[in-house]
């Protein structure tokens, strides 16, 4: 079992920056591909952002690609996202996840989720 606890988000104006972390316990954390989806009210939930098990590779999702950034620090079992030109479409609850298999982008393969946290995007 993984657990994850996040923190940050919140309300911010159009082109303002904010980053989420994701704080990992339970098992070995650099054994786990980390990632960052999202869901906005009436969407699916969707690929923000991943990561692989030694941080040497990131991966986004077009519509963030360039204005996020998603690191790891396996010493302190962490991973952040930090997002910047944040856009109103942005808006969403952001959920860090955990996953044993690598290079997904699919919410059903990721069997460990954070608690979600808000962001709000105002024009």
């Known amino acids: 079992q993984v657990q994850l606890v996040q923190s940050g988000g919140g309300l911010v104006q159009a082109g303002d920056s904010l980053t989420l972390s994701c704080a990992a316990s339970?098992?070995?954390?650099?054994?786990?591909?980390m990632a960052w989806f999202r869901q906005a009210p009436g969407k699916e939930r969707e690929f923000v952002s991943r990561?692989?098990?030694?941080?040497?590779?990131?991966y986004y999702a077009n519509s963030v690609k360039g204005r996020f950034t998603i690191s790891r620090d396996n010493a302190k079992n962490t991973v952040s996202l930090q997002m910047n030109s944040l856009k109103p479409d942005d808006t969403a609850v952001y959920y860090c996840?955990?996953?044993?298999?690598?290079?997904?982008?699919?919410?059903?393969?990721?069997?460990?989720w954070g608690q979600g946290t808000q962001v709000t995007v105002s024009s």
């Open positions: 339970g098992r070995t954390f650099s054994d786990y591909t």
């Open positions: 996840a955990a996953s044993g298999i690598p290079g997904s982008t699919t919410p059903g393969r990721y069997p460990y």
């Open positions: 990561i692989t098990r030694s941080g040497g590779s990131t």
